[in-house]
């Protein structure tokens, strides 16, 4: 793993989830495969193994840099600027 540029700017605290699952999934009817969580606002997103790659759609939307697997028993980190494990 490796150190990204964004890791510094990251509140202390993660934020809080804003759901247990996503939610975009859920409103066009289709399955998560894994869950996501954006360490900057709490978003909850599928990740690109998912049809739609909510996770990476809510990067592109909002520049936000760093999530998270949202999966128990996992805790690695994703940097989406710097394409790194953090």
């Given at each position: 793993m490796s150190e990204c540029t964004h890791v ?38 599928c990740c690109d193994s998912s049809p739609y790659?909510?996770?990476?759609g809510h990067f592109k939307e909002t520049g ?23």
């Amino acid at each position: 793993m490796s150190e990204c540029t964004h890791v510094p700017e990251f509140p202390r605290a993660e934020p809080v989830p804003l759901s247990e699952t996503c939610l975009e999934c859920l409103a066009v009817g289709s399955h998560p495969v894994q869950l996501r969580l954006c360490l900057q606002c709490g978003h909850v997103g599928c990740c690109d193994s998912s049809p739609y790659r909510h996770a990476t759609g809510h990067f592109k939307e909002t520049g936000h840099p760093v999530m998270r697997s949202f999966e128990p028993g996992t805790s690695w980190r994703w940097c989406f600027v710097d394409e790194v494990l953090v």
